[in-house]
Protein backbone atom coordinates (compact mmCIF):
# COMPACT_ATOMS: atom_id res chain seq x y z
CA UNK A 1 0.00 0.00 0.00
CA UNK A 2 1.15 3.53 -0.78
CA UNK A 3 1.40 6.64 1.18
CA UNK A 4 -0.94 8.18 -0.42
CA UNK A 5 -3.29 5.43 0.51
CA UNK A 6 -3.79 5.68 4.09
CA UNK A 7 -4.64 9.23 6.09
CA UNK A 8 -2.71 9.68 8.88
CA UNK A 9 -4.39 10.68 12.07
CA UNK A 10 -2.14 13.66 12.32
CA UNK A 11 -3.97 15.18 8.64
CA UNK A 12 -6.97 16.95 8.83
CA UNK A 13 -9.66 15.24 6.76
CA UNK A 14 -12.72 15.42 4.72
CA UNK A 15 -15.48 13.70 3.60
CA UNK A 16 -16.44 13.38 -0.19
CA UNK A 17 -19.19 15.92 -0.02
CA UNK A 18 -16.83 18.30 1.86
CA UNK A 19 -14.14 17.82 -1.02
CA UNK A 20 -17.29 18.04 -4.16
CA UNK A 21 -18.11 21.64 -2.29
CA UNK A 22 -14.75 22.66 -2.31
CA UNK A 23 -13.76 22.03 -5.42
CA UNK A 24 -17.01 21.72 -7.57
CA UNK A 25 -16.84 18.39 -8.62
CA UNK A 26 -19.33 16.51 -8.61
CA UNK A 27 -19.56 13.11 -6.49
CA UNK A 28 -19.65 10.87 -8.97
CA UNK A 29 -16.45 12.58 -10.95
CA UNK A 30 -14.61 12.15 -7.74
CA UNK A 31 -15.71 8.66 -7.43
CA UNK A 32 -14.77 8.11 -10.99
CA UNK A 33 -10.93 9.79 -10.60
CA UNK A 34 -10.75 7.14 -7.73
CA UNK A 35 -11.88 4.27 -9.57
CA UNK A 36 -9.32 5.33 -12.90
CA UNK A 37 -6.78 5.74 -10.15
CA UNK A 38 -6.19 9.74 -11.27
CA UNK A 39 -6.49 10.82 -7.34
CA UNK A 40 -7.23 8.32 -4.81
CA UNK A 41 -8.27 9.54 -1.68
CA UNK A 42 -5.51 9.80 0.99
CA UNK A 43 -7.64 7.68 3.25
CA UNK A 44 -10.67 6.00 3.93
CA UNK A 45 -12.84 5.88 7.19
CA UNK A 46 -13.25 3.02 9.49
CA UNK A 47 -16.62 2.49 7.32
CA UNK A 48 -14.95 2.61 4.19
CA UNK A 49 -15.64 6.49 3.23
CA UNK A 50 -13.19 8.16 1.61
CA UNK A 51 -11.24 10.52 3.47
CA UNK A 52 -9.26 13.39 1.68
CA UNK A 53 -7.01 15.76 2.63
CA UNK A 54 -5.78 19.30 1.84
CA UNK A 55 -3.19 17.95 -0.57
CA UNK A 56 -5.86 15.80 -1.98
CA UNK A 57 -8.22 18.79 -2.82
CA UNK A 58 -5.09 20.82 -3.87
CA UNK A 59 -4.27 18.16 -6.61
CA UNK A 60 -8.45 17.87 -7.74
CA UNK A 61 -8.15 21.65 -8.33
CA UNK A 62 -5.26 20.94 -11.00
CA UNK A 63 -7.27 18.98 -12.34
CA UNK A 64 -10.58 21.13 -12.50
CA UNK A 65 -8.15 23.39 -14.37
CA UNK A 66 -6.77 21.23 -16.81
CA UNK A 67 -10.91 20.35 -17.68
CA UNK A 68 -12.27 22.45 -19.89
CA UNK A 69 -8.60 22.97 -21.61
CA UNK A 70 -9.66 19.39 -22.63
CA UNK A 71 -6.71 17.50 -21.41
CA UNK A 72 -7.28 13.60 -20.57
CA UNK A 73 -7.11 11.54 -17.84
CA UNK A 74 -3.64 10.24 -18.72
CA UNK A 75 -2.37 13.35 -19.32
CA UNK A 76 -4.21 14.70 -16.08
CA UNK A 77 -2.35 11.89 -14.22
CA UNK A 78 1.53 12.53 -16.11
CA UNK A 79 1.14 16.32 -15.07
CA UNK A 80 0.29 15.71 -11.40
CA UNK A 81 3.26 12.79 -11.65
CA UNK A 82 5.66 15.68 -12.98
CA UNK A 83 4.30 18.00 -10.46
CA UNK A 84 5.22 15.68 -7.83
CA UNK A 85 8.98 14.78 -9.00
CA UNK A 86 9.39 18.68 -9.53
CA UNK A 87 8.15 18.88 -5.72
CA UNK A 88 10.44 16.54 -4.52
CA UNK A 89 14.24 17.65 -4.59
CA UNK A 90 15.37 14.01 -4.52
CA UNK A 91 13.37 12.29 -7.35
CA UNK A 92 15.49 11.36 -10.20
CA UNK A 93 14.80 13.09 -13.35
CA UNK A 94 13.76 16.26 -12.61
CA UNK A 95 15.26 18.25 -15.78
CA UNK A 96 12.95 16.16 -17.95
CA UNK A 97 10.25 16.70 -16.19
CA UNK A 98 10.98 20.44 -16.36
CA UNK A 99 10.69 19.79 -20.10
CA UNK A 100 7.58 17.94 -20.25
CA UNK A 101 5.99 20.47 -17.98
CA UNK A 102 7.12 23.05 -19.92
CA UNK A 103 5.31 20.81 -22.91
CA UNK A 104 1.66 21.28 -20.99
CA UNK A 105 2.58 24.76 -20.25
CA UNK A 106 2.83 25.39 -24.33
CA UNK A 107 -0.26 23.13 -24.60
CA UNK A 108 -2.53 24.52 -22.18
CA UNK A 109 -1.46 28.01 -23.62
CA UNK A 110 -2.53 27.15 -27.26
CA UNK A 111 -5.63 25.68 -25.74
CA UNK A 112 -6.40 28.91 -23.84
CA UNK A 113 -6.36 31.12 -27.30
CA UNK A 114 -8.47 28.58 -29.27
CA UNK A 115 -10.81 28.78 -26.31
CA UNK A 116 -10.76 33.15 -26.30
CA UNK A 117 -11.10 32.65 -30.29
CA UNK A 118 -14.20 30.54 -29.99
CA UNK A 119 -15.54 33.06 -26.90
CA UNK A 120 -14.96 36.26 -29.30
CA UNK A 121 -17.22 34.73 -31.58
CA UNK A 122 -19.89 33.79 -29.42
CA UNK A 123 -19.70 37.26 -28.37
CA UNK A 124 -20.11 38.46 -32.16
CA UNK A 125 -23.19 35.95 -32.62
CA UNK A 126 -24.45 37.12 -29.73
CA UNK A 127 -24.64 40.90 -30.72
CA UNK A 128 -25.43 39.87 -34.19
CA UNK A 129 -28.60 38.41 -32.65
CA UNK A 130 -29.30 41.23 -30.06
CA UNK A 131 -29.30 43.48 -33.06
CA UNK A 132 -31.99 41.49 -35.15
CA UNK A 133 -33.87 41.54 -31.92
CA UNK A 134 -34.33 44.91 -31.34
Do not use: N, W
Not at 35 to 52: A, I
Not at 67 to 86: A, H, I, N, Y
Not at 102 to 114: L, T
Amino acid sequence: MSERSTATTAEATMHIGAVADRTGLSLRTLRHYDDVGLLRPSGRSDGGFRLYTEQDVDRLLVIRRMKPLGFTLEEMSDLLDLVDRLDDPDAVGRDDARARLAGYVARAEERRADLARKLGMADEFIELLRGRAH
